[in-house]
């Protein structure tokens, strides 16, 4: 069977078991046929030219897995940036797990995507909010259909959340392939701030595909900040999503730290709709093996005088393959706006590969738009500095990956994560230095 | 401490050293002169280990072994120290966290603990006030943005933080006014003494008549055509290499 006819045969399967008449289900409807519409990317597509989709969607993917109890805290405790001091929304398969988790209802909701759904309480926010920025994309409008369960966290007006919220998306590997449908819808009222951490991390060798979709709408002066932690098993893939809007003054910041997994597809849509507005889109990727990363940003100015900042760090070791697409459209509207873009990259062998791909379609005559994309290899000159100092070669090499990431780790503002990000680079360059910069 | 016998290097196929032959002992100061493009700093290279040069012959011996197949670092963890002609520029690494790594990576060579953190502080406090450099400029990035004086005297600090036996200071004069250069050489002859030696290489005299060296040699199309006492220096001040070109061609 073609993965597209087990697709739509899953959806019948799903009908059986979700309430169809419900407003959420209508939206699954119209998802599910815009799926059978678009189908899956092809490489033909200028979206997909350099990221090859058909490997992982040539299995016939377990789409409804069994509950899983038998997991427990301390098999995940290490996965987890804060081990006390958060929330946590900790799903299992896909299936929300209320004995890892740590909800609130207490000022805001930090809770899960199923109970939104199908709580009348939660109506008016899911019909204002729910799928409204995911765009006509066939792997989006497949999430759509199959999404059940997410993170859903709603924050009202002026509440500066202490603690960060960490979603984290574990597979168990009980089933041989298992593909699942995360969705996160984040909606932060005015003058509130709120943290973010967001991971997925397979248990097991057992191949994983993860399609998930997260919306953040951010009102006015409200700041969102969401760590990606991309460390996950060779044999799992992600292709993520996220998407976000702002109003007047709010901030949004997206840092996507991509180590791990065999395909990863990092889609970031931005949609400026206010003035004073700041994106920040910035991350690492180390790659090595045979791994893919493929960064795919759009930032859309649609109002004037905002800001968007874009910094994507990158090393690729061995026969890995990076991909930067991004993509700045300014509207005629958009005057006076300042959009960055930088992408610089490291290519450590003669066979990674790096596609970079600046786009910028401005339509505004008043604007400052920068790019700016580099591809190196490490400079001889310092190796060799650092070396006649009794630095050996290979810490010599840590130092200056460290140094070249560094102004992307500057912008991690939870210490924690700062630490984590900076051992899992130290562990992916074989050094134990950990280098307090 | 340091032997040299006939020793040939290329770079990228082209002969620059043709048979050099140098020995240094410990406490001593040798000045190494010579017109540009004689090979002097491709000797501080060969010296410090640098891979793109190619040595084709010869020996270097440093307290009897053999090191020119060692890496620059194993030659760092034998007391080698090369200051830089030009020292690179390394952003985002602080200097005070390259000096922490190449100390205790170097401690860690020889089999020792790491540096214990009030002691290395100590330790930078001391060495930094004897050169004159602002404790600010330690927490910024690595020569990035410094001027030439101060990238020259981070140099000198950096020796002075490692305490090498054998220091090969290359065209460590070149864009220091004169207050830096006294400075400069009052650094390195505080940290003279009986067990290590000094190779100063330089076109001018000038940074001799502050480090005083006890043997000049002339360096000229890859051989040392010439040695003497510090009065060669002076010479060689007053009436150019022009004679000593001609000397060699006659």
Redesign the interface.
């Known amino acids: 069977m073609s993965f597209k006819d087990h697709i739509l045969s899953s959806f019948i399967a799903l009908e059986n078991e979700v309430d169809t008449s419900s407003y959420v289900h209508e939206l699954r409807n119209q998802a599910i046929g815009e799926f059978e519409k678009l189908g899956v990317p092809q490489r033909k597509e200028e979206a997909y030219k350099y990221t090859s989709l058909k490997a992982l969607f040539n299995k016939d993917y377990c789409l409804f897995p069994k509950k899983e109890t038998a997991i427990s805290y301390s098999d995940i405790k290490k996965y987890l940036v804060h081990q006390i001091d958060s929330y946590r929304v900790i799903f299992i398969d896909g299936i929300y797990s209320s004995h890892l988790s740590q909800t609130t209802h207490d000022k805001f909701d930090v809770c899960l995507m199923s109970s939104a759904l199908s709580n009348p309480k939660y109506s008016n926010v899911i019909k204002e909010f729910y799928n409204k920025l995911a765009v006509k994309d066939g792997l989006v409008s497949l999430n759509t259909a199959f999404a059940k369960e997410g993170a859903y966290i709603h924050i009202g007006k002026n509440i500066i959340v202490e603690k960060p919220i960490e979603i984290v998306y574990f597979s168990t590997g009980n089933e041989a392939q298992l593909m699942t449908q995360p969705r996160n819808l984040v909606v932060v009222g005015e003058n509130s701030q709120v943290q973010i951490i967001e991971r997925h991390q397979s248990l097991n060798d057992n191949a994983v595909l993860t399609n998930s979709v997260s919306e953040i709408f951010a009102a006015k002066r409200a700041l969102v900040d969401w760590y990606k932690i991309q460390n996950d098993r060779l044999s799992a893939s992600l292709i993520d999503h996220t998407f976000a809007e702002q109003k007047d003054n709010s901030e949004v910041r997206i840092h996507t730290f991509s180590f791990g997994g065999k395909i990863t597809r990092n889609n970031l849509n931005f949609y400026q709709r206010g003035e004073h507005c700041n994106s920040v889109l910035n991350g690492v990727t180390i790659l090595e093996g045979k791994q893919h990363v493929d960064h795919s940003t759009l930032v859309h100015h649609t109002a004037p005088n905002c800001e968007s900042f874009q910094e994507y760090k990158q090393i690729f070791d061995e026969r890995a393959v990076g991909v930067f697409n991004g993509k700045v459209l300014v509207d005629k509207i958009a005057q006076k706006i300042n959009a960055y873009q930088q992408n610089n990259n490291i290519l450590i062998s003669d066979t990674a590969t790096i596609n970079a791909k600046p786009q910028l379609e401005i339509f505004a005559d008043d604007v400052r738009c920068s790019h700016g994309c580099t591809i190196g290899q490490l400079?001889?000159?310092?190796m060799?500095?650092?070396?006649?100092?009794?630095?050996?070669?290979k810490?010599?090499r840590a130092?200056?990956m460290?140094?070249?990431a560094?102004?992307v780790l500057e912008t991690v503002k939870i210490p924690e994560i700062k630490t984590r990000i900076t051992k899992l680079i130290a562990m992916k360059l074989g050094v134990e230095?950990g280098?307090?910069? | 401490m340091l032997k040299i016998k006939d020793l040939q290097a290329n770079i990228e196929g082209k002969e620059i050293l043709k048979g050099i032959n140098l020995e240094v002992n410990a406490g001593e100061v040798h000045a190494i002169m010579g017109p540009n493009g004689s090979g002097k700093s491709t000797l501080a290279n060969v010296i410090?280990?640098?891979?793109?040069y190619e040595v084709t012959g010869g020996e270097i011996s440093l307290d009897g072994e053999d090191i020119e197949d060692l890496?620059?670092?194993e030659?760092?963890?034998r007391g080698v120290?090369?200051s830089?002609q030009y020292?690179?520029e390394?952003?985002?690494?602080?200097v005070t966290?390259?000096m922490k790594?190449?100390?205790n990576?170097?401690r860690k060579?020889q089999g020792k603990d790491d540096m214990a953190a009030k002691d290395m502080l100590k330790m930078i406090r001391e060495k930094s006030e004897m050169l004159e450099i602002d404790r600010k400029f330690l927490s910024r990035?690595l020569n990035e943005g410094f001027s030439g004086g101060e990238k020259k005297r981070n140099e000198i600090f950096?020796m002075a933080m490692?305490e090498p036996k054998l220091a090969i200071l290359d065209e460590t004069d070149s864009g220091l006014d004169i207050d830096a250069l006294r400075i400069v050489a009052n650094g390195v002859n505080k940290l003279k003494n009986k067990d290590n030696a000094t190779i100063v290489i330089t076109h001018y005299q000038r940074l001799l008549d502050y480090i005083v060296p006890d043997f000049v040699h002339v360096l000229y199309k890859g051989k040392i055509v010439k040695s003497g006492g510090k009065e060669l220096a002076q010479e060689l001040e007053k009436r150019g290499y022009d004679w000593i070109k001609e000397e060699v061609e006659a």
């Open positions: 400079d001889e000159d310092a060799f500095y650092m070396q006649a100092r009794g630095i050996p070669k810490e010599a130092l200056l460290f140094a070249f560094n102004s230095i280098f307090d910069m | 410090a280990g640098r891979e793109e890496d620059p670092e030659r760092a963890h120290f090369l830089f020292p690179v390394i952003p985002g690494v602080s966290n390259f790594t190449a100390i990576e170097t060579a990035s950096q490692l």
